[in-house]
């Protein structure tokens, strides 16, 4: 008589077993395997152990054959309250990303802080916005824009009368990116748009007499600059 393979979601380890309450499911966070390495896939039968999930997947419930990895802009968990944390395994489901943070691709067992000078992006071309959850990439922040600290959404613009600096103490400069904040525009120069990546000296025949000027005035006549 042939014997009967345990089903789907379920294993055996036990030799000479005669009826089927031998097979035990495997449980939230594991899988059943026939090789005590991989999980046997979701169809297949006649696995012999139980393995926790692989860092950066899942399962829930009981009688899983498959551990399910972590989509993009998620992170795997074992409490449904954080993320599990890298080099973890058994975890039992996922969570979305919070705003300020990220993954990129699937099978994340933890979501990134987005850095200084960057953004949570959802394409690579434009931040998502500061309450965007499930965000999957960061970038840093565009010309004449800053985020100051870290689990940033969105870059903030410059302002008239600013320019974006990456040091704190300098412009950024001929179109750089990654502004961590914004420094005055010195007596002299100016910036003329809300979006400034530096302050141009007033040209020749005009001037600004204070910081944070958005535009150089003419000199009158009788006056020198």
Sequence with gaps: TDCNQCAAGKYSSASGASNESTCQSAGSGSCASSDYTTCI???TTGAITSILCPEGTYSSGTENSVCTSAQEGYCTTTNNISCIGEGNNQATGEL????GFYSSGIGNSRCTQVPEGSCTSNDGLECSGANTTGTSRVMLCPTGKYSTGVGNGICTDSQQGYCVSTNGSTC???GNLGGK???ECVAGS?????SNDDCPLC????YSTSAQANTCIDITAGNCG
């Design 181 to 183: 904040s914004r420094i």
């Design 41 to 43: 896939g979701a169809n």
């Design 203 to 206: 040209a020749a025949g005009k």
């Design 190 to 194: 100016y910036g003329p748009n809300i």
């Design 172 to 174: 950024v400069g001929n």
């Design 96 to 99: 979305i990303c919070s705003a």
